[in-house]
């Protein structure tokens, strides 16, 4: 007995140290990377390359003004002054986008759309499944089962469509455009409010009812306060993501950068061959530049941002 | 009697109206930008658009199945993009979700540095894959050729350059999938675990027969999403190459956003094709993943581990 229990220890002890080396191996590969691309940021071209301080911290002699006055940094910002352009068809005609872009433009363009973008994409759900749920008339079943259905069918080449679509009744590259695009309730959200939703007993909205409450005063004063919380988290899970995302904004936005799209549009890729900023830690700059406030963020945020997701739903 | 069925039905009535004017602009969203949306695939499928010489504009003309014909050759040329997909989609089902499966089972069990790990796990889906793929082409391309002595980066390495690509995706694929299967196995009741220990169960046998089959659902929804996902995945190349990766490494999601962000109606270079090509692309491509991933999802329902 005492000879079985000895042996489930060491298993156990081997099994537990096998995956915690593998984290620690993991966790170092990250804060490492991290962390070289924070001090590479705060180094001169010349302690860089030419005294091959590659790992090191920045040598005071040779990166005083990087390290101290976060020169690299300031050079980003200033060289974020570009001009883009885009050509399309649009309904026949070739049309061309021009737009001037420096670092304030970035910024407003983000909070457009990473902040519009996370509000539509995240009420606009609560609000379909909301009248789903709480108003059974039969077109509430068709929107539930088609919204099962688009889950299940795995569209490629889609945004070809959407694109030409967009084009030719001239919403492409717009903002109008793209909160029409984000006004869309399909997607896993829709399903993790029709289950919430399902919870809230009728006696709620029934109770209001009887106070004379109007359809809309119900929805806003009744329903909205008790989804605050998981539309704060949706809110937010959306934001992180619209925030770092160039790809849709590179795609559906060409002339409406955003920082990321910035940023990727300035180191040119990981590749050295497109972007304006030849030196490493002036790009390395660039995106801590990113990276910062959305860091800065998550530590206070951590715990929304990862605690309250399961999937299926939202642990409360 | 009367006031009260007048209320009724005024009450009906205002619960309809409301409801129809909220689903109106959703629906109408829905009409245009998806049914409309994928309808227009089809048109754009089956025509071709000629630009008029010497005069603005372009005639549509039906293209019959030329733009199909097109899509099967381009499939047919780039069957190394199928392959590299599909190695990546096992590459990430097998070796990916094991781990996360292992990592995720650690920090539910709450062991040393467990809250420490999870914020690093999730940190690669807060940070921007621009950063994350600066830095890794930096280590792997400069920092690691440097102090190893190497002729060249791993990505300029014909024979690294693929695995490179595999690990840069596994690396920063941790996060959701930790979250998900962490949060899927806090729902394990404590008495199952404890009785388990009580007949001897060790840890091992603890992940395999308890806390597996409690995750299965979620295994279920990752492999059904990467397998839908296989002719859309990217493979982060976009972020790591720019429009530049080469044949080698390419995947069909990401040779169709490069061909999408700089095409149109009207192919403006011979480096990329039509939009009509494209659809046609999209749509056989739509129907050789379709039956694939319906059937692994009802397979993997019938097969796969149960909790009870």
């Given at each position: 007995?005492?000879?079985?229990?000895?042996?489930?220890?060491?298993?156990?002890?081997?099994?537990?140290?096998?995956?915690?080396?593998?984290?620690?191996?993991?966790?170092?590969?990250?804060?490492?990377?991290?962390?070289?691309?924070?001090?590479?940021?705060?180094?001169?071209?010349?302690?860089?390359?030419?005294?091959?301080?590659?790992?090191?911290?920045?040598?005071?002699?040779?990166?005083?003004?990087?390290?101290?006055?976060?020169?690299?940094?300031?050079?980003?910002?200033?060289?974020?002054?570009?001009?883009?352009?885009?050509?399309?068809?649009?309904?026949?005609?070739?049309?061309?986008?021009?737009?001037?872009?420096?670092?304030?433009?970035?910024?407003?363009?983000?909070?457009?759309?990473?902040?519009?973008?996370?509000?539509?994409?995240?009420?606009?759900?609560?609000?379909?499944?909301?009248?789903?749920?709480?108003?059974?008339?039969?077109?509430?079943?068709?929107?539930?089962?088609?919204?099962?259905?688009?889950?299940?069918?795995?569209?490629?080449?889609?945004?070809?469509?959407?694109?030409?679509?967009?084009?030719?009744?001239?919403?492409?590259?717009?903002?109008f455009g793209y909160f029409i695009q984000k006004f869309n309730f399909t997607g896993m959200y829709f399903f993790v409010f029709y289950a919430f939703f399902q919870g809230v007993p009728n006696s709620y909205t029934e109770a209001a009812e009887v106070d004379g409450a109007s359809q809309g005063m119900i929805f806003l004063r009744v329903i909205l306060p008790l989804t605050v919380k998981m539309l704060g988290t949706i809110m937010l899970l959306n934001f992180v993501q619209l925030w770092n995302d160039y790809q849709v904004p590179l795609l559906y936005l060409p002339t409406h950068p955003t920082l990321a799209y910035g940023v990727y549009y300035m180191v040119g890729g990981a590749t050295s061959g497109g972007g304006t900023l030849s030196e490493l830690p002036i790009r390395v700059a660039g995106c801590m530049l990113l990276a910062l406030p959305i860091l800065v963020a998550f530590i206070f945020l951590k715990n929304k941002l990862m605690g309250n997701v399961s999937l299926g739903g939202l642990k409360e | 009697m009367k006031t009260q069925a007048k209320r009724i039905n005024y009450r009906k009535r205002s619960r309809l109206i409301f409801y129809t004017l909220g689903m109106l602009l959703p629906l109408l969203q829905f009409c245009v930008f998806y049914i409309y949306t994928n309808l227009n695939s089809f048109i754009l499928a089956f025509s071709s658009y000629e630009a008029r010489i010497g005069a603005i504009g372009y005639d549509v003309k039906f293209a019959g199945f030329s733009n199909f014909l097109a899509a099967f050759k381009t499939i047919g040329n780039n069957m190394q993009m199928i392959e590299n997909s599909l190695i990546l989609f096992v590459f990430s089902t097998l070796l990916g979700l094991t781990l996360a499966s292992f990592f995720s089972f650690y920090i539910y069990k709450k062991y040393a540095g467990s809250g420490f790990f999870r914020v690093i796990l999730f940190l690669p889906q807060i940070v921007s894959q621009v950063v994350f793929a600066l830095l890794f082409y930096q280590l792997v391309q400069d920092l690691i050729p440097y102090y190893l002595d190497l002729d060249s980066g791993l990505l300029s390495n014909g024979e690294t350059l693929f695995p490179t690509v595999l690990f840069f995706n596994l690396w920063i694929s941790f996060g959701v999938n930790v979250v998900l299967f962490t949060g899927a196995m806090s729902g394990i009741n404590p008495a199952v675990v404890e009785s388990a220990q009580i007949d001897g169960v060790n840890l091992l046998q603890e992940f395999w027969f308890i806390s597996i089959p409690m995750i299965f659902p979620t295994i279920i929804t990752f492999i059904v999403t990467g397998l839908a996902g296989i002719f859309t995945n990217q493979m982060h190349l976009y972020s790591l190459f720019g429009d530049n990766a080469g044949e080698g490494v390419s995947s069909f999601g990401y040779f169709l956003y490069v061909q999408t962000s700089h095409s149109d109606v009207i192919s403006p270079s011979r480096s990329y094709i039509s939009y009509s090509e494209i659809s046609a692309l999209g749509l056989v491509l739509t129907l050789i993943v379709f039956p694939i991933t319906f059937g692994t999802r009802k397979l993997l329902e019938k097969f796969g581990p149960r909790t009870e």
């Open positions: 007995m005492e000879k079985t229990k000895k042996k489930k220890n060491i298993a156990n002890i081997i099994f537990i140290t096998l995956i915690c080396t593998l984290l620690v191996a993991y966790a170092m590969t990250i804060v490492f990377t991290l962390g070289w691309g924070l001090l590479t940021s705060l180094k001169s071209r010349n302690d860089y390359m030419l005294l091959n301080n590659r790992l090191g911290f920045p040598s005071f002699k040779y990166s005083e003004k990087e390290f101290f006055h976060l020169i690299n940094y300031q050079l980003v910002i200033d060289s974020f002054e570009f001009e883009k352009t885009a050509r399309f068809y649009s309904g026949g005609v070739l049309v061309k986008h021009e737009a001037q872009i420096n670092i304030w433009v970035l910024i407003l363009n983000t909070v457009v759309y990473a902040g519009a973008g996370c509000f539509l994409h995240a009420i606009v759900p609560c609000f379909v499944a909301y009248l789903c749920v709480k108003y059974p008339f039969k077109l509430s079943g068709v929107v539930y089962s088609g919204c099962l259905i688009i889950m299940m069918i795995p569209i490629v080449g889609g945004s070809t469509s959407e694109i030409a679509v967009l084009r030719s009744i001239g919403l492409y590259d717009t903002w | -």
